[in-house]
């Protein structure tokens, strides 16, 4: 039986006339990464606000680990752990001060024994008594992913957190996430970086202008049934007449060079035949399809 650790059904929020968020809904289910992808200004900061109770809701029902929030905040919130924007740090204090700060403020007695498994978690054993001033960007993302985890929270809520990470330090990040998810920690993440979303989540919602138009499982997006190939060939004239013969769909032709809708059983026998007419390959290659590409299709109101 999967474990439902977070779900929305049809969360509002109105600003004055203004409507921020319409009737979002979704689940997520413990382990899993589920992120929300959408532009600047789509809602999902709004979002996350309302499921940490940093704004009332309009209308909707939020449940933490089965515990409606409106019903019991303080046993709801409890199993959560937020990053939300930049975490705010005491910059003359050590990693280790502030964390020790931080738990103290905690309703749950935690010692100094899980602080350090949960800095070692993190990676940062090697820094975390220097002082916060001089860690750099990605040292203090990780020690806001160890306060947020200090109190060992079933779902982790982190708000574009790889903003202004280098490529290595997203890496890193990523890393230590699918880590935590394999452990049984859930995750919500955000993000208008495709790319970022999808390297790291399960599953994840499109956020387009309040609205949640989309879910989409990022195996089946994977899991690829027709491939985009590009052929480039000797002789695009004969090449086309035997492409016409094959159960195969011509995207573009430009000269000698093909783009082609194909399943993968199709690819060999177009070598075969081409090599059978005399017609040399100079290349038959996949085009990747990424996100990208759906995410565009999809906010376009188009399908693939
Ligand atoms: N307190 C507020 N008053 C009025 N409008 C607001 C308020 N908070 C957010 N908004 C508006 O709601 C919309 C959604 O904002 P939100 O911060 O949730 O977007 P976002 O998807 O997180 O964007 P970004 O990727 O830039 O972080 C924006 O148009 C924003 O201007
Ligand atoms: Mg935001």
Not at 19 to 37: A, M, P, V
Not at 260 to 284: G, K, Q, Y
Request: glycine share 6%.
């Amino acid at each position: 039986m999967p474990e439902t650790v977070l779900q929305l059904e049809n969360v509002s929020k109105k600003i004055g006339k203004k409507e921020i968020i319409h009737n979002i809904s979704f689940e997520i289910q413990k382990g899993e990464i589920f992120g929300l992808l959408g532009p600047n200004g789509a809602g999902k900061t709004t979002i996350i606000r309302s499921i940490v109770g940093l704004i009332s809701k309009t209308n909707g029902k939020v449940s933490i680990c089965g515990v409606n929030l409106d019903d019991d905040f303080k046993d709801a919130i409890q199993n959560v752990g937020a990053i939300i924007e930049n975490p705010e740090f005491y910059m003359y204090m050590s990693g280790w001060k502030n964390l020790k700060q931080f738990a103290k403020m905690n309703r749950k007695n935690i010692s100094d024994e899980q602080i350090k498994q949960i800095v070692e978690k993190v990676k940062m054993t090697h820094a975390i008594h220097n002082k916060v001033k001089t860690y750099s960007l990605g040292m203090r993302q990780r020690l806001g992913v160890a306060q947020a985890l200090i109190h060992q929270p079933a779902l982790l809520i982190l708000d574009e957190p790889t903003n202004g990470l280098d490529p290595q330090g997203m890496a890193e990040f990523r890393m230590l996430i699918k880590e935590l998810a394999t452990n049984g920690t859930s995750v919500l993440i955000s993000s208008h970086l495709l790319s970022e979303i999808q390297q790291i989540t399960d599953r994840f919602a499109i956020i387009d202008k309040g609205h949640l138009t989309h879910i989409e499982k990022m195996s089946d997006l994977t899991e690829e049934k027709i491939l985009k190939v590009t052929l480039e060939v000797s002789d695009g004239e004969s090449a086309r007449l035997i492409l016409d013969t094959l159960d195969l769909e011509i995207v573009e032709q430009n000269g000698n060079l093909f783009v082609l809708n194909v399943t993968r059983e199709v690819l060999p026998e177009i070598s075969r035949a081409l090599v059978r007419a005399n017609v040399d390959i100079f290349e038959l290659s996949k085009i990747h399809f990424s996100l990208e590409d759906r995410f565009l299709a999809l906010t376009n109101g188009g399908e693939l």
